[in-house]
């Protein structure tokens, strides 16, 4: 069973800042590709951020110039910085990992963006 392990959310108020962890085992790191999904209550789960082939990353237009995403493969880690964020940014963040039709999730991490 692939763990991918979540840390980073939680309260914020608008305007805030967080960053998201999500930590892999180094045999799924080095060969799939990582995203970060979210979902907020009654919608469906969306893509937010992923790296793509070569290297590359791909964004949701409503965070486009807010998140970043980012890796060190040092520590086999993928992180989701979160900037300017707005109460439509509330939801709950997964961690993925896909490759070839296999598709691992974390546990998720609540967000939540509110005075």
């Known amino acids: 069973q692939v763990q991918l392990v979540e840390s980073g959310g939680g309260l914020v108020q608008p305007g805030g800042s967080l960053r998201l962890s999500c930590a892999a085992p180094?045999?799924?790191?080095?060969?799939?590709?990582m995203a970060w999904y979210r979902q907020a209550p009654g919608k469906q789960r969306e893509l937010v951020a992923a790296?793509?082939?070569?290297?590359?990353?791909n964004y949701a237009n409503s965070v486009k110039g807010r998140f970043t995403i980012s890796r060190d493969n040092a520590k086999n880690t993928v992180y989701l910085q979160m900037n300017s964020l707005k109460p439509e940014d509330t939801a709950v963040y997964y961690c993925?990992?896909?490759?070839?039709?296999?598709?691992?999730w974390g546990q998720g991490t609540q967000v939540t963006v509110s005075s």
């Open positions: 790296f793509t082939v070569g290297g590359s990353t």
């Open positions: 993925n990992a896909h490759r070839l039709g296999a598709n691992y």
């Open positions: 180094g045999s799924i790191f080095s060969i799939y590709f």
